[in-house]
């Protein structure tokens, strides 16, 4: 991690050989270690053949990879090592990403063209490889760091599946390099973050909320924010499983486009007391509708600038702590803009 910081080194490539270690680690304690003290991109790879034999290299991109600072120099990286394999490209990531995710892999000229893969439900990824993977196949997923907008609880666990499910085949798990917070903060608001902004009143937040479980938590939030928008509770209700995922330990976002909202709905809600998560205490609740007429790229959009807002474990405590709406509204805003 040193050396990296000194060279200003891009990709770091470390080897796994594929085994499982403590529950609380990702692959084993340095190559964890490398990936909390480091913001280049590492590429951790199980590859048991020469990737000069592979004929085809299957890229697994999660929902709202696209969206993440080092994901188009991601894509050219695993495209760059297809081409050079004389191996053919293909990807699998949620139809509702494809366009994005696709057109990052094929900004390299002279590369491989991808070829998409289908796939309906990201959590379904693994059985949708067990049909299309072919025995000369390599694979490759793009992973993420706690604090990355696409990342999840559920994608810490994701290598040590394929690692056990697919483990004749080459392994290559990606984890793109990451901006500093500090530099993903605009030095000025622009008129859209500073509109999106505008739209989160005293009414948007709910602090002390009696809820005793996360679903409960979500009704309660979106229900009291905007009581004349039953439809779009519903579909938020309705957008993601009964577990609610999380953006980032601790926060559960729930998030939704529907023709029964005209504009923007966001929402944010604080539990009295931590509750049970899927994958642990959850102290943040946050909901958010767009009109489903907007362009995808403006609703990743909006989705990013909510997790940049959350991205810090300072923003949560103040959020845990603030005493009043207005209180949380602020931390909010210096959590975006801590000039501001």
Do not use: N
């Given at each position: 991690?040193?050396?990296?910081?000194?060279?200003?080194?891009?990709?770091?490539?470390?080897?796994?050989?594929?085994?499982i270690?403590?529950?609380?680690?990702?692959?084993?304690?340095?190559?964890?270690?490398?990936?909390?003290?480091?913001?280049?991109?590492?590429?951790?790879?199980?590859?048991?053949?020469?990737?000069?034999?592979?004929?085809?290299?299957?890229?697994?991109?999660?929902?709202?990879?696209?969206?993440?600072?080092?994901?188009?120099?991601?894509?050219?990286?695993?495209?760059?090592?297809?081409?050079?394999?004389?191996?053919?490209?293909?990807?699998?990531?949620?139809?509702?990403?494809?366009?994005?995710?696709?057109?990052?892999?094929?900004?390299?000229?002279g590369?491989?063209?991808?070829?998409p893969?289908?796939?309906?439900?990201?959590?379904?990824?693994?059985?949708?490889?067990?049909?299309?993977?072919r025995?000369?196949?390599?694979?490759?997923?793009?992973?993420?760091?706690?604090?990355?907008?696409?990342w999840?609880?559920?994608?810490?666990?994701?290598?040590?599946?394929?690692?056990?499910?697919?483990?004749?085949?080459?392994?290559?798990?990606?984890?793109?390099?990451?901006?500093?917070?500090?530099?993903?903060?605009?030095?000025?608001?622009?008129?859209?973050?500073?509109?999106?902004?505008?739209?989160?009143?005293?009414?948007?937040?709910?602090?002390?909320?009696?809820?005793?479980?996360?679903?409960?938590?979500?009704?309660?939030?979106?229900?009291?924010?905007?009581?004349?928008?039953?439809?779009?509770?519903?579909?938020?209700?309705?957008?993601?499983?009964?577990?609610?995922?999380?953006?980032?330990?601790?926060?559960?976002?729930?998030?939704?486009?529907t023709?029964?909202?005209?504009?923007?709905?966001?929402?944010?809600?604080?539990p009295?007391?931590?509750?049970?998560?899927?994958?642990?205490?959850?102290?943040?609740?946050?909901?958010?509708?767009?009109?489903?007429?907007?362009?995808?790229?403006?609703?990743?959009?909006?989705?990013?600038?909510?997790?940049?807002?959350?991205?810090?474990?300072?923003?949560?405590?103040?959020?845990?702590?603030?005493?009043?709406?207005?209180?949380?509204r602020?931390?909010?805003?210096?959590?975006?803009h801590?000039?501001?």
């Amino acid at each position: 991690a040193r050396a990296a910081a000194e060279t200003r080194t891009t990709t770091l490539v470390l080897g796994w050989d594929g085994s499982i270690a403590a529950e609380r680690l990702l692959f084993g304690t340095i190559p964890d270690r490398v990936l909390r003290e480091t913001s280049a991109a590492v590429l951790v790879a199980r590859t048991g053949q020469p990737l000069a034999t592979v004929g085809r290299l299957v890229v697994v991109v999660p929902p709202l990879a696209e969206v993440e600072p080092g994901f188009a120099e991601a894509a050219r990286l695993l495209a760059g090592l297809a081409s050079r394999a004389g191996a053919t490209l293909a990807v699998l990531t949620p139809e509702a990403h494809r366009a994005g995710v696709l057109g990052a892999f094929s900004t390299r000229r002279g590369g491989p063209k991808p070829e998409p893969l289908a796939l309906d439900d990201w959590p379904h990824a693994p059985d949708a490889l067990t049909g299309v993977l072919r025995p000369s196949d390599a694979l490759a997923l793009v992973s993420a760091r706690q604090g990355a907008v696409s990342w999840s609880a559920a994608s810490d666990r994701l290598p040590r599946a394929l690692a056990q499910r697919f483990a004749a085949h080459p392994l290559l798990i990606l984890y793109p390099g990451q901006v500093p917070a500090s530099a993903t903060l605009p030095r000025h608001l622009t008129s859209a973050e500073r509109g999106f902004l505008d739209r989160i009143g005293p009414d948007q937040v709910r602090l002390g909320l009696h809820a005793g479980s996360v679903e409960a938590a979500v009704r309660e939030v979106a229900s009291g924010a905007f009581p004349e928008h039953g439809a779009a509770l519903e579909a938020l209700l309705a957008a993601s499983p009964s577990d609610r995922p999380e953006i980032r330990p601790g926060v559960v976002f729930v998030h939704a486009r529907t023709e029964a909202v005209r504009e923007p709905l966001f929402a944010l809600g604080v539990p009295r007391e931590p509750l049970r998560g899927a994958e642990g205490a959850v102290s943040v609740v946050v909901c958010f509708a767009a009109p489903s007429r907007v362009p995808s790229e403006t609703y990743l959009g909006w989705l990013a600038l909510i997790a940049r807002m959350l991205h810090d474990d300072a923003t949560l405590d103040a959020l845990r702590e603030a005493e009043s709406p207005e209180d949380a509204r602020a931390t909010l805003l210096l959590a975006l803009h801590p000039r501001e």
